[in-house]
């Protein structure tokens, strides 16, 4: 059953705290991306990864963190340094650069106690 | 930045009707793409359509493209009450990544 696996559904983060939201896909996809999504808003793009061990910065990178170690995996670290993190996240693959269509797995909903 | 905007922003119709969802956008680009996100949940690709194309059908969707207007047009015909659901139109410019706009909400009443 391929697709993209993200995981938890839900994250609590604490004042103060890192965490770290997990991405899998086995589509053999090269290129990885994060999303962050607010309330009645569109898409913004926060990392993206086009091979292996290579990540670039989007649009509003900062306060957050990524990694690009096997190709299955794209994992989202968000840091104490990043101040309004409640958001729906949402990460996404494709085979090649992003002409191709990207295909998105169910989101991370990220709540601040 | 948010390439496209998309209008209206929100949509109310019954079933049997068609919506037309409308997407402009500020630069140059290679593919319009439109993709369908139900609440709470990940997006989901309908069609994509390149920038020497103007028209483009997968079942009831059809596209439309005027790049001389940076314009877009999606019409899904026949809706039913499981076309409920946001639609975004996500352009790219050639520089690896997707702009999404702000999206259509579009509710249809059995």
């Known amino acids: 059953d391929g697709g993209i696996t993200q995981s938890p559904k839900y994250l609590f983060r604490k004042e103060g705290q890192n965490v770290t939201l997990s991405c899998e896909q086995n589509l053999n996809h090269d290129a990885m991306y994060w999303y962050r999504q607010d309330p009645g808003q569109g898409l913004r793009l926060i990392y993206y990864?086009?091979?292996?061990?290579?990540?670039q910065k989007g649009d509003i990178a900062e306060g957050y963190s990524v990694s690009r170690e096997k190709k299955e995996s794209f994992p989202l670290t968000v840091t104490s340094a990043q101040k309004n993190p409640t958001a729906f996240y949402l990460c996404?693959?494709?085979?090649?650069?992003?002409?191709?269509?990207?295909?998105f797995g169910p989101g991370t909903r990220l709540l601040v106690l | 930045s948010q390439q496209g905007e998309e209008d209206p922003q929100a949509l109310s119709i019954q079933e049997g009707e068609n919506a037309t969802m409308n997407c402009s956008y500020k630069?140059?680009?290679?593919?319009l793409q439109w993709y369908r996100q139900n609440s709470g949940r990940g997006l989901v690709h309908l069609i994509l359509i390149r920038s020497n194309e103007r028209e483009k059908h997968s079942g009831r969707l059809r596209v439309t493209l005027d790049t001389s207007k940076k314009s877009s047009s999606l019409l899904i015909t026949a809706s039913r009450a499981a076309d409920t659901a946001s639609y975004f139109c996500?352009?790219?410019?050639?520089?690896?990544?997707?702009?999404f706009g702000t999206g259509t909400r579009l509710l249809v009443s059995p």
């Open positions: 630069t140059s680009i290679n593919n």
């Open positions: 996404a693959s494709s085979m090649g650069s992003s002409q191709e269509t990207q295909y």
């Open positions: 996500a352009t790219n410019t050639g520089f690896q990544k997707l702009v």
């Open positions: 990864s086009q091979i292996v061990n290579d990540f």
